[in-house]
């Protein structure tokens, strides 16, 4: 292959529990750390760049080095929601080769399941801004964002409810097969822990018209870890390298005259399929962030898996699930059905890399190329995209 | 009656858009360089950068671009409201702005992308500033 060499997944870590009370965010991410440094066989004092979203008690660029007693040469703190291991991940490509970093790390942590966080139904608080000021008063859910851009999406190219409700059938059947997903919505008190159809979906109450309960995902604690390392530290680590061949960042926001059912997706795609060197058609697994099924309908497209308006088409023959022929998507079960304590974008990464390390418990035979995409933020009006493309050897 | 949340100041950006909407008004602005159309109101031209810009007064007629009715929420103000319409209206003069539509009986069947709808001032009990909804035409 021609694609390019310069930085490596070496070591992974997703913390095993979705509840977990009388942990702190910052104890997650220092025992995934050390847990996925071991994964790579690599040593706490080997880590020499440290990116973060700045989540955890005390963290973030002042407060996490210290509490984790790291000394990194590189200190990233990009936060722009879901998507910022994404984010992350590029930027430790481009400092590892630009020689300035030889091993990477990013860590997530989020204890929103076991303090009641209202993630999806709570409003937009904070103080006096430009944004605030405008939003706060209409009582607009994050939810009730992500459905507008469903309800737009049906009306603008004939979507239906059943064609997306695909999307969780697929990932509740990949759920099914990983047994933290199965202990993660059996500990949240899932209704129903089992295998889903497209009328299980259907019938599920309202939480904000179009998007119904199955359309969305759950809130829960966990975390992980990943550490990327230079071609000459992945020489020598444990399992086998998972190349990052490409990588690209957009935001996109509510403008005038705006289309919203075009995400950031369709600049930072192009961009890292350009620079990876393959094209969407070559990609044998596509983690995408999966908040609502409109979330990966809508990314499926910009990503240029199908073209835009054709997503329910593409994706209502049920070909997602690992078993299928085509495309295969979110294969731990996703945000919907196994993690999401509030920014799930580092999960897409680490079942990514399960799937090229041939790790995974729905695993694609022979899965060469995946594609990781986060959303951040809110899809129908500020939001961030990230895409990485992983390469196995 | 409604307690929704209201504007927060000081805050430079927005302050005269509010004070417009306690006259009966809604603001926008125009770029004076590049003559944008710019909202949400900021003391620059989210086009171009310039810092010359007018305010115009809208008529307060548009078009609904796309909604969501609220079935659930924990946001204070708006538990107690029973489902409601989220939307995105298109104003005739080339902005578009979060806000809700407010119908008399189901929102689910009562709000409709392509709706043609005007601005009403709802008055809060919750502060001076009145919020300015909108109700089919």
Same mark, same amino acid.
């Given at each position: 292959?021609?694609?390019s060499?310069?930085?490596?997944?070496?070591?992974?870590?997703?913390?095993?529990?979705?509840?977990?009370?009388?942990?702190?965010?910052?104890?997650?991410?220092?025992?995934?750390?050390k847990a996925?440094?071991?994964?790579?066989?690599?040593?706490?004092?080997?880590?020499?760049g440290?990116?973060?979203?700045?989540?955890?008690e005390?963290?973030?660029?002042?407060?996490?080095?210290?509490?984790?007693?790291?000394?990194?040469?590189?200190?990233?703190?990009?936060?722009?929601?879901?998507?910022?291991?994404? $984010?992350?991940?590029?930027?430790?490509?481009?400092?590892?080769?630009?020689?300035?970093?030889?091993?990477?790390?990013?860590?997530?942590?989020?204890?929103?399941?076991?303090?009641?966080?209202?993630?999806?139904?709570?409003?937009?608080?904070?103080?006096?801004s430009?944004?605030?000021?405008?939003?706060?008063?209409?009582?607009?859910?994050?939810?009730?964002?992500?459905?507008?851009?469903?309800?737009?999406?049906?009306?603008?190219?004939?979507?239906?409810?059943?064609?997306?409700?695909?999307?969780?059938?697929?990932?509740?059947?990949?759920?099914?097969r990983?047994?933290?997903?199965?202990?993660?919505?059996?500990?949240?008190?899932?209704v129903?822990?089992?295998?889903?159809?497209?009328?299980?979906?259907?019938?599920?109450?309202?939480?904000?018209?179009?998007?119904?309960?199955?359309?969305?995902?759950?809130?829960?604690?966990?975390?992980?870890?990943?550490?990327?390392?230079?071609?000459e530290?992945?020489?020598?680590?444990?399992?086998?390298?998972?190349?990052v061949?490409?990588?690209?960042e957009?935001?996109?926001?509510?403008?005038?005259?705006?289309?919203?059912?075009?995400?950031?997706?369709?600049?930072?795609?192009?961009?890292? $399929?350009?620079?990876?060197?393959?094209?969407?058609?070559?990609?044998?697994?596509?983690?995408?962030y999966?908040?609502?099924?409109?979330?990966?309908?809508?990314?499926?497209?910009?990503?240029?898996?199908?073209?835009?308006?054709?997503?329910?088409?593409?994706?209502?023959?049920?070909h997602?699930?690992?078993?299928?022929?085509?495309?295969?998507?979110?294969?731990d079960?996703?945000?919907?059905?196994?993690?999401?304590?509030?920014?799930?974008?580092?999960?897409?990464?680490?079942?990514?890399?399960?799937?090229?390390?041939?790790e995974?418990?729905?695993?694609?035979?022979?899965?060469?190329?995946?594609?990781?995409?986060?959303?951040?933020?809110?899809?129908?009006?500020?939001?961030?995209?990230?895409?990485?493309?992983?390469?196995?050897? | 009656?409604?307690?929704?949340?209201?504007?927060? $100041?000081?805050?430079?950006?927005?302050?005269?858009?509010?004070?417009?909407?306690?006259e009966?008004e809604?603001?926008y602005?125009?770029?004076?360089?590049?003559?944008?159309?710019?909202?949400?109101?900021?003391?620059?031209?989210?086009?171009?950068?310039?810092?010359?810009?007018?305010?115009?007064?809208?008529?307060?007629?548009?078009?609904?671009?796309?909604?969501?009715?609220?079935?659930?929420?924990?946001?204070?103000?708006?538990?107690?409201?029973?489902?409601?319409?989220?939307?995105?209206?298109?104003?005739?003069?080339?902005?578009?702005?979060?806000?809700?539509?407010?119908?008399?009986?189901d929102?689910?069947?009562?709000?409709?992308?392509?709706?043609?709808?005007?601005?009403?001032?709802?008055?809060?009990?919750?502060?001076e500033?009145?919020?300015?909804?909108?109700?089919?035409?």
């Open positions: 292959m021609s694609q060499r310069q930085a490596a997944i070496a070591g992974i870590h997703e913390y095993p529990l979705r509840v977990a009370p009388g942990v702190s965010a910052m104890q997650i991410k220092a025992a995934s750390l996925a440094l071991d994964d790579a066989g690599l040593k706490w004092s080997d880590v020499d440290l990116y973060d979203a700045g989540d955890g005390g963290g973030g660029g002042l407060g996490l080095a210290a509490y984790l007693g790291l000394k990194p040469r590189v200190i990233d703190t990009t936060q722009v929601g879901g998507s910022s291991y994404e $984010f992350h991940t590029a930027h430790a490509l481009r400092d590892i080769a630009a020689g300035r970093v030889r091993v990477a790390v990013t860590t997530y942590g989020s204890t929103a399941a076991s303090s009641r966080m209202a993630i999806g139904t709570g409003g937009r608080f904070g103080g006096a430009w944004q605030t000021n405008m939003e706060a008063p209409y009582g607009s859910t994050l939810i009730s964002n992500y459905a507008m851009v469903k309800q737009r999406h049906m009306h603008q190219y004939g979507t239906t409810n059943e064609q997306l409700a695909e999307i969780s059938v697929a990932t509740r059947k990949h759920a099914m990983n047994p933290e997903a199965v202990k993660a919505m059996t500990d949240l008190q899932f129903k822990v089992d295998n889903i159809t497209v009328a299980d979906v259907l019938e599920s109450r309202v939480v904000a018209t179009p998007l119904r309960l199955l359309e969305c995902c759950m809130v829960s604690d966990g975390g992980g870890a990943l550490v990327i390392v230079s071609p530290v992945a020489r020598d680590i444990k399992k086998k390298p998972v190349w061949i490409g990588s690209g957009a935001t996109k926001y509510r403008e005038n005259g705006g289309d919203i059912t075009v995400s950031a997706g369709a600049q930072s795609g192009p961009a890292a $399929f350009a620079q990876a060197g393959v094209t969407p058609s070559g990609i044998d697994i596509a983690m995408i999966d908040s609502f099924t409109i979330t990966v309908a809508t990314c499926l497209e910009d990503l240029g898996f199908c073209k835009k308006g054709e997503v329910g088409a593409f994706i209502g023959d049920g997602l699930a690992f078993d299928k022929p085509g495309l295969t998507l979110n294969t079960g996703g945000g919907l059905s196994s993690n999401h304590p509030g920014m799930r974008g580092l999960f897409l990464l680490l079942e990514a890399t399960r799937q090229l390390r041939g995974s418990t729905s695993q694609v035979n022979g899965a060469k190329l995946a594609v990781a995409h986060g959303n951040g933020g809110l899809l129908g009006a500020t939001h961030t995209g990230g895409t990485v493309v992983l390469a196995a050897d | 009656m409604p307690n929704r949340p209201q504007p927060h $100041f000081p805050e430079p950006d927005t302050k005269h858009y509010w004070d417009g909407v306690k009966g809604l603001r602005q125009t770029c004076n360089s590049c003559n944008a159309v710019n909202f949400y109101p900021t003391a620059h031209c989210q086009a171009c950068g310039s810092g010359s810009q007018a305010w115009k007064v809208s008529k307060g007629e548009g078009t609904v671009y796309t909604f969501s009715v609220v079935m659930q929420n924990r946001i204070p103000g708006f538990q107690e409201l029973g489902a409601y319409a989220v939307a995105y209206v298109d104003l005739d003069e080339g902005f578009r702005m979060l806000t809700n539509v407010l119908v008399d009986g929102p689910t069947t009562g709000v409709k992308i392509g709706q043609r709808v005007r601005v009403d001032y709802e008055k809060q009990d919750s502060g500033y009145p919020i300015p909804a909108f109700r089919p035409i």
